[in-house]
T-cell receptor, first 115, second 111 residues
Framework: DADVTQTPRNRITKTGKRIMLECSQT?????MYWYRQDPGLGLRLIYY???????NKGEISDGYSVSRQAQAKFSLSLESAIPNQTALYFC??????????????FGPGTRLTVT | SQKIEQNSEALNIQEGKTATLTCNYT??????LQWYRQDPGRGPVFLLL?????KEKRKERLKVTFDTTLKQSLFHITASQPADSATYLC??????????FGPGTRLSVLP
């Protein structure tokens, strides 16, 4: 089974709807991240969480909110979806322990289309 | 804010040659610089990490260099193969494991 899973994998929604993207991980990592990817712009950080009680805004947090329900779960919400939030969304995890390698492990992505 | 440029959006090379990808950044040097591979429709996969006090790192056919004076990292794939075709992303790890990614370079290795 995959270490980082995302649901749904694809979603089409209408402008103004609320939508939640979910991420779960089995790596035991304390740190989790949400990114969006747009052609030509690369990955941009939306929110990140270093533990259940520590949540931080990233570069492009406007229009998004997150919830860290447990160490293994981190969800991203679009309160009122708009068309320019159409993108590929990735969840990632990393091990924040001192001395550990800092690579990020990514989920398979969620393709979101807002019409 | 930190900005990253990767040399070109796309790079085509012949099989067997060495591919060299460039990552340039502005502002202050990160503690770590990472390279990822991304295949179409998939999440990025970690390849290599280099620390600010390291000049070079190797892993099999991959080599990464890091020049904090030039604010540049070079990523080399030697003896390239068609299976190396993918998009390669440079990422800077800022203070507190906050990551900034470059736009990526799409590499095509032609048989």
């Amino acid at each position: 089974d995959a270490d980082v899973t995302q649901t749904p994998r694809n979603r089409i929604t209408k402008t103004g709807k609320r939508i939640m993207l979910e991420c779960s991980q089995t790596k035991g990592h304390d740190r989790m991240y949400w990114y969006r990817q747009d052609p030509g712009l690369g990955l941009r950080l939306i929110y990140y969480s270093f533990d259940v009680k520590d949540i931080n805004k990233g570069e492009i947090s406007d229009g998004y909110s997150v919830s860290r329900q447990a160490q293994a779960k981190f969800s991203l919400s679009l309160e009122s979806a708009i068309p320019n939030q159409t993108a590929l969304y990735f969840c990632a995890t990393s091990d924040g322990a001192s001395g550990r390698s800092h690579e990020q492990y990514f989920g398979p992505g969620t393709r979101l289309t807002v019409t | 804010s930190q900005k990253i440029e990767q040399n070109s959006e796309a790079l085509n090379i012949q099989e067997g040659k060495t591919a060299t990808l460039t990552c340039n950044y502005t502002n202050y040097s990160p503690a770590y610089l990472q390279w990822y591979r991304q295949d179409p429709g998939r999440g990025p996969v970690f390849l290599l990490l280099i620390r600010e006090n390291e000049k070079e790192k190797r892993k099999e056919r991959l080599k990464v260099t890091f020049d904090t004076t030039l604010k540049q990292s070079l990523f080399h794939i030697t003896a390239s193969q068609p299976a190396d075709s993918a998009t390669y992303l440079c990422a800077l790890e800022m203070a507190g494991q906050n990551f900034v990614f470059g736009p990526g370079t799409r590499l095509s290795v032609l048989p």
